[in-house]
């Protein structure tokens, strides 16, 4: 029998159990995406006790005496490896946790998992706060790396699987939402303890057993799912569960027979789940759970959130400055979430894709004009998008290109016009590229900072859900591994050309979002094979069953 379908109910259309939202549900979703805070925190954290100078002359002394004496070319300025593989040894690690956490979810259950998760990064941030000496601090990254993993796999999931259909895009994006706020808040500390002569950076690296306490806590008071629980057998739990976040009274019959006949689908074809998601008819979620990550990671933007104090000091401003310029980057971050969050189960996940493709492609190739753009790219793009009732056509994609090829001036002319040898930048020109690196990382939150999570935890069959989940997030964090360990050498070796590369990418990226991803706006997890097996172009891979599993004509 062929995999990768989905289930109908018997009506034969896609499944629509009712309900609302409930204060159970909203706790539980909400206590499972402070998970989130850790992979925030850390993001922001790296970046600032990066360039303090206290902790570089703790564990760089030869970098610190570089940057005092940087005469000859700006970009090159921080470009350490050793600096790099304090960032990017966590995604390593993070990675490893992923895969992991995929192989052992089924027998453990997602609840566990994040447990695990938080416990690893508590334990990664205490032995980062004692480090000696850099091993010490590989070592500490290496748990927080783990941590991360464990927790990147399971989270988006167990929120996917809690949440109500209709309420879903708003209640999987609380998880970029915490990713934000703890980015935010770790800037917010890096710049106090950044006075703090000595031992600032303790302050800052220790300070993230907080967020692991939290996630440890929140995962402790919280139910598994029920779709891992009747995986597991536990029927009776399973209801339980359901019960109390659909709240009682609520019939919640229809929603558990599909979540049974899901789970009856996927012990029918037991087998290896990532030898599984290679099969054809699992081709639409294995192109999903890799073109998501290497998308991600081609907008540029982690490497934005990694060095944006570096790169704010590498254009001319002062310490101070630069974090406080990565504060407000937190605080546009969670402006983009927050509006994604509200919109994406309002008007469809394509719309965000569409917008947020535009102006960042704005962002990075363009400064001339650039409060005109995004007022432009704002008002045309839904407008287009509400006559063409919700469809893509020729039309929509020629005011994407002629909207995002209208300006002349880009950001790379401006970096490589004004920062050179032995230069800084006039401060008129670094003051536009810091309002473009804060309307690029709004317009990434918007779109794929919060549909990145969301989409790859709601669109798998339960049979492959772990594995094409954990796959995606292992990607991801392979490719931040990359990114992290390369970016500064990459800014030494190509200067401005490293915005330009990420630019390039953007239009790609954004075509196919709106051509190849479909929309999952309301559609139950156990119905989502609905819209692959109607696509265009997916639907010649997934085809269509009822609730028993057979296939339907």
Not at 407 to 436: D, E, W
Request: net charge positive; proline share 4%.
């Amino acid at each position: 029998m062929p995999g990768g379908a989905f289930l109908l109910n018997s009506g034969g259309g896609m499944a629509d159990y009712g309900g609302g939202l409930t204060v159970p549900v909203v706790v539980t979703c909400l206590m499972a995406a402070s998970g989130g805070l850790i992979f925030g925190y850390d993001i922001g954290i790296s970046g600032g006790v990066s360039e303090m100078e206290s902790f570089l002359e703790k564990f760089f002394p030869g970098l610190l005496k570089r940057t005092a004496h940087a005469n000859k070319d700006v970009y090159c300025t921080y470009n350490n490896q050793a600096l790099t593989a304090f960032t990017s040894s966590l995604y390593a690690f993070g990675m490893v946790g992923t895969l992991l956490a995929s192989r052992v979810t089924r027998r453990l259950g997602r609840q566990a998992i994040m447990l695990v998760g938080g416990s690893l990064f508590l334990a990664g941030a205490l032995v980062n706060a004692a480090a000696a000496n850099v091993a010490m601090l590989i070592v500490g990254r290496m748990l927080l790396g783990l941590g991360l993993g464990f927790s990147g796999q399971a989270t988006p999931v167990y929120l996917a699987e809690v949440a109500p259909p209709r309420w879903r895009g708003g209640f999987i994006s609380a998880f970029p939402l915490f990713i934000s706020v703890g980015y935010l808040v770790a800037n917010l500390i890096n710049y106090g303890t950044s006075r703090i002569p000595g031992w600032g950076w303790r302050l800052s690296l220790g300070l993230a057993a907080v967020p692991a306490a939290v996630m440890v806590a929140g995962a402790a008071f919280i139910p598994d799912t029920p779709s891992s629980l009747v995986l597991r057998g536990r029927h009776d739990d399973a209801r339980a569960a359901l019960q109390r976040v659909r709240g009682k009274g609520v019939d919640i019959g229809a929603e558990f027979a599909d979540i049974l006949a899901a789970a009856e689908h996927a012990r029918r074809n037991e087998e290896g789940a990532f030898r599984r998601i290679l099969r054809r008819e699992y081709r639409p979620y294995l192109v999903m759970a890799v073109a998501f990550p290497v998308f991600l990671n081609l907008t540029g933007v982690a490497v934005t959130a990694f060095f944006s104090p570096i790169l704010f000091r590498t254009v001319g401003f002062e310490s101070d400055a630069a974090l406080m310029g990565a504060v407000i980057l937190g605080v546009m971050n969670i402006g983009g979430i927050l509006a994604s969050g509200f919109a994406m189960d309002r008007y469809g996940r394509k719309l965000l894709f569409m917008i947020g493709g535009a102006l960042m492609f704005t962002c990075q190739a363009n400064t001339n004009n650039l409060i005109y753009t995004s007022h432009y790219s704002l008002i045309i793009l839904p407008r287009t998008h509400a006559h063409s009732n919700h469809k893509l056509d020729k039309k929509n994609l020629k005011n994407i290109a002629a909207l995002s090829n209208s300006l002349q001036v880009t950001m790379a002319s401006i970096i490589g016009s004004h920062l050179g040898n032995g230069t800084k930048m006039p401060k008129g020109y670094a003051v536009a590229v810091l309002i473009a690196t804060f309307v690029f990382s709004a317009s990434f939150s918007w779109s794929w900072g919060a549909l990145y999570w969301t989409i790859p935890g709601e669109i798998y069959p339960v049979e492959v859900r772990s594995a094409g989940q954990g796959a995606a997030v292992a990607l991801n964090l392979g490719l931040n591994f990359l990114q992290a360990q390369l970016f500064l050498a990459m800014l030494c070796f190509f200067k401005y050309g490293a915005f330009l590369f990420y630019a390039s990418w953007l239009v790609v990226m954004t075509v196919f979002a709106v051509a190849f991803v479909p929309e999952t706006k309301g559609v139950p997890l156990e119905s989502m094979g609905h819209v692959f097996a109607r696509h265009w172009y997916w639907g010649r891979f997934v085809k269509e069953q009822n609730k028993f599993g057979d296939e339907s004509t």
